[in-house]
């Protein structure tokens, strides 16, 4: 049961981040997608779903720069 409210709520942050790019909302759109996507990751380790893991992995570092960029400038 929690795997389906863990994959509703990480898609709601996911499609919440997009939403607030489109609508040029900084830094909200970083803050919700990276928790999405922590959260994606999180979940295909569990269910062992590699290939979405190699989806949502990659998008960590990203938005670790976002974050430096947020913070340190």
Known sequence: MYITFLKGFASFCVLTG??????????????????????WVFLSYQINDKSMMLNFAPQIPLFVVGYLVIFFN
């Not at 790019?21 to 803050?31: A, D, R, S, V, W």
């Open 18 to 39: 997009v939403l607030c790019t489109n609508l040029n909302i900084y830094p909200f759109n970083i803050y919700f997608q990276s928790v999405g996507a922590a959260v």
